[in-house]
Nanobody, 119 residues
């Protein structure tokens, strides 16, 4: 059974940093793309960043370029999202998702972790 489990959310002041982790289990993800999405209250879920498990693909939303970095940790089987220079508008529930490379449908989703940026 495939599981994606997010961790690392919390409350941080504007300008602060957080590191989210997505622990992936239940199958081999070598041909998959892992992404982070977020959803703020009253808004639609939006794409944040994505990385291919095997390497070669990396993508960021314009709103987070230069502030967020997505990376893989093969030893821990996790995909991490380092978030720096956080803004109040980054407040949202952050979700991890996975899809097969070359396909559009996100097959698997985690339960989400709350990130709140506030003084």
């Amino acid at each position: 059974q495939v599981q994606l489990v997010e961790s690392g959310g919390g409350l941080v002041p504007p300008g602060g940093s957080l590191r989210l982790s997505c622990a992936a289990s239940g199958r081999t993800f070598s041909s998959y793309v892992i992404a982070w999405f977020r959803q703020a209250p009253g808004l639609e879920r939006e794409f944040v960043a994505a990385i291919s498990w095997g390497g070669g693909y990396l993508n960021y939303a314009d709103s987070v370029k230069g502030r967020f970095i997505i990376s893989r940790d093969y030893a821990r089987n996790t995909v991490n999202l380092q978030m720096d220079s956080l803004k109040p508008e980054d407040t949202a529930v952050y979700y991890c998702a996975a899809r097969q490379s070359g396909l559009a449908s996100w097959d698997y989703w985690g339960q989400g972790t709350q990130v709140t940026v506030s003084s």
